[in-house]
């Protein structure tokens, strides 16, 4: 007798066929949904619900992205972000899979919030590794309980999760938002440019500066945006990012 199995299934928020800065060349990005960090510069808090979506399963994504394939070029492929993309971790292994039986670059984009060495996670991390040829992580806050006013979480297995990538030197590219009143101190970016340097993997360093294009959404989800006043810094405060951060010194995504 056949053993009828019952197939994965993954819940999008949506989708973008030409996404051109979350990975290298142009790729096709899959937003999924849920996310347990509330960070207050989020733009996406429509993602943050973990019971929404459209359900898909690693076949029909597959199908819908290859589609894009000939405007990918020779860098390109697919980036799934979120939400936080780890949270439904059994469906990105099956959708990588199958993006890696047909040649497709594979890229996730995450926090790294439910990262743990504690079982049963580690054990599909490590096999979600095998068909992911680079992450794009985000480091919100170097400071734990700086994090944790932020994001709501320390960021204790975050960090766990960026050392153990380093030890195994699995492609990342580091990401920071520049957040004023919140990450934008010296004290934090040289602790931070310290520590993304005492890694071994970091093929790029991105400053993303603080933005306020999804405020709308607070409003229309009727939840209190709490940077209210807070503006973007200024191209003089970035720059002073990149000084301390040392981004400058990360280019080997160039010739990734």
Excluded at 7 to 35: A, K
Excluded at 87 to 116: A, R, S
Aim: some cysteine.
């Amino acid at each position: 007798m056949t053993e009828v199995t019952t197939p994965i299934i993954g819940y999008v928020h949506s989708t973008e066929s030409f996404g051109s800065v979350d990975g290298p060349g142009i790729r096709f990005i899959t937003f999924m949904q849920g996310c347990r960090m509330r960070c207050e510069f989020c733009h996406n808090p429509d993602t943050w619900n973990m019971k929404g979506g459209n359900p898909y399963t690693p076949q029909e994504l597959y199908d819908e992205a290859i589609q894009y394939r000939p405007f990918w070029g020779s860098k390109g492929g697919v980036t799934v972000s979120g939400g936080e993309p780890l949270l439904q971790i059994d469906f990105l292994i099956e959708y990588f899979k199958i993006c890696k039986e047909n040649g497709v670059h594979t890229t996730i984009d995450t926090c790294g919030q439910p990262f743990t060495f504690k079982e049963p996670f580690f054990g599909r991390f490590q096999e979600l590794l095998k068909y992911t040829d680079l992450f794009l992580f985000d480091i919100k806050h170097i400071d734990s309980e700086g994090h944790r006013r932020l994001t709501g979480h320390p960021n204790n297995g975050i960090l766990d999760m960026s050392r153990y990538l380093s030890d195994i030197k699995h492609p990342v590219w580091i990401r920071h938002v520049l957040v004023p009143e919140r990450t934008d101190y010296d004290e934090y970016l040289q602790r931070l440019g310290d520590y993304v340097a005492s890694l071994d993997n970091v093929l790029k360093f991105e400053i993303l500066p603080y933005h306020k294009m999804g405020v709308y959404k607070y409003e229309a989800m009727g939840i209190k945006y709490r940077l209210e006043g807070i503006e973007p810094p200024s191209a003089e405060r970035v720059e002073n990012a990149r000084r301390l951060l040392r981004t400058d010194e990360y280019k080997d995504y160039l010739n990734y």
